[in-house]
């Protein structure tokens, strides 16, 4: 990391018990939010974010609760809970699907059970991993902001921070942020309901664990990760191996780590909706898991018998809530990376009930959503892709308006 622990920093962090609750809550309401999900299943709103009909609930178990005193409860309501939701989405323990057309979230089974056989300390760090490491605010559908680098500055040289600037603390993503921080032991907080009845924070004080980390981690664009074009993943890998390192040395009981895994598909048939929002047609699409996704745009254009003579692109969101974009052009040379050559379906962040926004020629504008209807297991693989059926009157090319 940016700066090296001193030896004081050491035997501060030696004294820090992670496993007492009354210090660091991370673990064990993350724990309760893993059972209330694998037990009622989280519901979602249409945009894959928690739904506002679980706040109370879910806020009545956990550590630091929050007394709403307004009837109605909105999506920033309860920053505690968006908080915890956070945590599931980026520690790669759970996934959104679709069923009977709601969307919930549900248990990644196989992280969970490699999940299980990680100690309490084991399990606070692949939290706070996800935190310094891969931390975006995507899945709240927030973009993330500059000045939470002006916070961890702050929280890095004092201890009692100044709330003179009001509305800094005031900004929900600000709330969710230090919700985290104060689940993890890195802040004490006090708070309270003002005469316009908004919730606010009275005092922040930063705890000496929180101190040693804060300026562990101060100086590197990671706690908060940078979505700027530079890929330093490599870099990111090496500094991880570090921060592990140096970890595992003070404590004694930090010894596995599980992975976040990004799974692939492989011997299925993808069956896909292909519609668009302003052209009343639906087409259905079968084709292997093994087809890279370039196969399926220009097999759409088949279908609709569109020239190939265009620049598009493919929309979708990953795990995380992301949105990744893969570029395409009749020569790929004049195509951006990632482009749509550099996937298999199979590799694609999708589940069935999901959908991808296809955009062919960016001066009309064409937009096809292609939604996964079904992923069949296939005996023998498709070695192209099958036009199954059509709804509608496929448009005309040339005549968008008609």
Known sequence: MANQLSKNDIEILEKFDIENPKICSIVKDFNLMLNYVIEKKLPLTANNVISPVVFKEINDFLTYKIEFNKPKVSAKSYPNVSAMFL?????????????????????????????????????????????????????????????????????????????????????????????????????????????????????????????????????????????????????????????????????????????IENKKITDSNFIFEVSSKYHKFKLNISISSEAILDELCMFILDCLDFDYDHLYSVELKNNFGQTIIYNGAPDMEFSDPPTTEDITLGELPITVGKSMLYTYDFGDNWEFNIKLLEIEKAEVKLENPIFLNQKGQIPDQYNYYE
């Open 87 to 259: 945590l599931l989405i980026l520690s790669g323990l759970t996934k959104a699907i679709t069923i009977k057309s709601k969307n919930v979230l549900v248990i990644e089974n196989e992280m969970y059970e490699k999940w299980k056989t990680l100690n309490k300390t084991e399990q606070f760090f692949h939290i706070l991993k996800t935190i310094v490491f891969n931390f975006t605010f995507a899945p709240l559908n927030i973009n993330d902001a500059y000045f939470f680098r002006m916070l961890l500055n702050n929280f890095s040289t004092n201890t009692n921070i100044s709330l003179k600037n009001k509305e800094l603390y005031n900004y929900f993503d600000t709330k969710v942020l230090l919700s985290i921080y104060e689940q993890l032991g890195f802040i004490n907080t006090t708070s309270q309901f003002n005469l316009a009845g908004t919730w606010e924070y009275t005092t922040i004080n930063v705890t000496k664990y929180g101190n040693v980390f804060f300026n562990y981690i101060n100086g590197k664009d990671l706690l908060l990760g940078d979505e700027e074009e530079i890929d330093i993943a490599e870099e990111d890998n090496e500094i991880e191996k570090r921060f592990d390192n140096e970890m595992k040395s003070i404590f004694a009981n930090y010894v596995n780590k599980i992975e």
